[in-house]
C-alpha cells in the first residue's frame, strides 16, 4: 500500500510539472553548497578536506481548478549521490487541513524539515540529531497537516524506521515488518516571533515485529528582526530483547544568531547521551559527548552566504578532534 501510494505521487507530480497546461501554477526553487573541513588529528579531516557538494531542487503547485497539489523534490548530496527527499500528491484547498501520500521529510521537530543549507545558520548537524534519527529522515505513508488559529500540527503514518546498528541508521522505504509507524508534532505561535512545539514518534522496528522505539522531543524558536535563537530537546526508549536492558538516548542543542546585517554571529551548545548494550556491535553503544560551536555567517546576498564555524568536542573517551568548517551555501 505504502509503495503504491509513493509511485503515484511519484508519477503524477512528474507529469503535473511537465504539463503545459500546469506549468503557470508551479513554483521552482533550488539550492546548492560546498564545504571545507578542517580537523585536529583525532578528527577524519586532520589533512583538511573539500567536500560535502550538495545540491537540491524543488517544485511545488496546484492542479487546474481543483484543491489537489503536489510537491518534489530531489538533493545531491555529492558529485555520485541522489536521493529523492520528498514526492507526495495530495489534498491541500486550505491551511486548515491537507493531506499528502507518498514520501514525506517527517515532522519531527523543526530541524529535520528545515535543515538545507540556507535555512539555518550553522553547518554541522546538532549532536543530538545527528545521532537520534538518520540525516534528512524521509518515510513513505499518509500525513495530515495545517493550522488553526495559534495551533499547527502534523500526524503521520508510515513505514518507519527499521533496526541498524545505531538510531541514525534506521533509514528505509520498504517496511522490515507487519508494524507502521504513528507520530506527529503540535505546535504554538506564541506571538512576537515565539514558536514551541512538541514531537512523538512509536513504531516497532525489528523485523520480527516485536520491539518497540519511541521517540520525543520538544522545540522552541524566537526570531526578530536583531535575534535568532531556537533550541530542542530529545529522547529515545530503544527496547531491547532479554536479558538485554532497554537502550536509550537524549540530548539538546540550543544556538543563537545575532544580525548585524552583513556579518552575523552564530553560537551553539549541544549535548548528547547514548547508552544501548545490544546495538552497535561488541560491546554496545556508549556514547556522552558534549559541543560548543562559534562562526559567523557572512550575507553576500539575498539568496548567497558564507558561513564559518570552529567546533570544539568533549567526550568520552578523550580524543582530539576539534573542526573547522567554512561553507558556502545559495538558494534560487
Not at 69 to 83: H, K, V
Request: glycine share 14%.
Amino acid at each position: 500500500m505504502i509503495k503504491k501510494l509513493f509511485v503515484i505521487a511519484l508519477v503524477t507530480g512528474i507529469a503535473a510539472a511537465g504539463a503545459p497546461g500546469l506549468r503557470a501554477q508551479v513554483k521552482y526553487g533550488g539550492y546548492v553548497s560546498g564545504e571545507y573541513l578542517k580537523g585536529e588529528s583525532g578528527s577524519p579531516y586532520a589533512g583538511g578536506s573539500f567536500q560535502n557538494l550538495g545540491a537540491g531542487v524543488l517544485a511545488t503547485g496546484l492542479f487546474p481548478s481543483s484543491p489537489f497539489g503536489f510537491s518534489l523534490e530531489a538533493r545531491f548530496l555529492s558529485e555520485s549521490s541522489f536521493q529523492i527527499e520528498q514526492a507526495w500528491v495530495g489534498f491541500v484547498s486550505s491551511k486548515t487541513f491537507a493531506v499528502k501520500a507518498g514520501m514525506y521529510l517527517v515532522p519531527f521537530g523543526i530541524w529535520n524539515q528545515a535543515s538545507r543549507p540556507h535555512e539555518t545558520a550553522l553547518i554541522g548537524t546538532p549532536l543530538n540529531l545527528e545521532f537520534l534519527y538518520p540525516a534528512s529522515w524521509r518515510d513513505l505513508g499518509v500525513t495530515v497537516d495545517g493550522q488553526y488559529g495559534v495551533v499547527t500540527y502534523a500526524g503521520y503514518i508510515g513505514n518507519g524506521l527499521k533496526e541498524a546498528d545505531s538510531l541514525a541508521d534506521g533509514q528505509q522505504f520498504s517496511d522490515n515488518n507487519k508494524n507502521k509507524a504513528l507520530g506527529g508534532r503540535l505546535g504554538l505561535s506564541l506571538g512576537q516571533g515565539v514558536q514551541a512545539g512538541a514531537s512523538y514518534y512509536t513504531g516497532k522496528y525489528d523485523d520480527l515485529n516485536l520491539r518497540n522505539l519511541v521517540l520525543e522531543g520538544v522545540d522552541f524558536s524566537w526570531v526578530t528582526d536583531q535575534w535568532q535563537f531556537k533550541g530542542e530537546a530529545t529522547r529515545g526508549i530503544i527496547k531491547n530483547p532479554e536479558p538485554f536492558v532497554t537502550g536509550k538516548c537524549e540530548g539538546y542543542y540550543l544556538w543563537t544568531l545575532m544580525n548585524f546585517g552583513h556579518v552575523q554571529p552564530v553560537g551553539s551548545y549541544q549535548k548528547v547521551k547514548y547508552t544501548d548494550p545490544f546495538h552497535g556491535g561488541e560491546g554496545g553503544i556508549l556514547l556522552d559527548q558534549d559541543r560548543w560551536t562559534a562562526g559567523v555567517r557572512v550575507v553576500l546576498g539575498q539568496s548567497l552566504f558564507i558561513k564559518a564555524e570552529y567546533q570544539w568536542n568533549d567526550e568520552i573517551p578523550k580524543v582530539k578532534n576539534n573542526i573547522l568548517l567554512v561553507q558556502v551555501a545559495a538558494s534560487f
